[in-house]
Nanobody
């Protein structure tokens, strides 16, 4: 069993930055090929969408066009933590952000059924 805990959300003005953290417990995230990690967000009335993904060893990353160049995902396996650095934030980035794990890297980032463990989320509000 893996427990994920997000932190770092808050209120920020347009153009500002936040760094979210996803701390894992119960299992080592760096276990080979097991724990690729993604960040999702869900705004009120909208579907949950993947905004960043990173492979278990940090070699591969993926971003949708909506955040590419503004968001950066990274991981520190020694700390069992994955980060999401968010820069140049826009009001449309307002959402609850979640981290989640999956076992096999692939292009179907938006398929929620592939993700095994989820955190409880951290809220991000970007004011205009």
């Amino acid at each position: 069993q893996v427990q994920l805990a997000e932190s770092g959300g808050g209120l920020v003005q347009t153009g500002g930055s936040l760094r979210l953290s996803c701390a894992a417990s119960g299992h080592t995230l760096s276990t080979y090929g097991v724990f690729d990690v993604s960040w999702f967000r869900q705004a009120p009335g909208k579907e949950r969408e993947c905004v960043a993904a990173i492979s278990w060893n940090g070699v591969r990353t993926w971003y949708p066009d909506s955040v590419k160049g503004r968001f950066t995902i990274s991981r520190d396996n020694a700390k069992n933590t994955v980060y999401l650095q968010m820069n140049s934030l826009k009001p449309e980035d307002t959402a609850v952000y979640y981290c989640a794990t999956r076992r096999d890297w692939g292009p179907d980032y938006q398929d929620l059924s592939l993700y095994e463990y989820w955190g409880q989320g951290t809220a991000v509000t970007v004011s205009s």
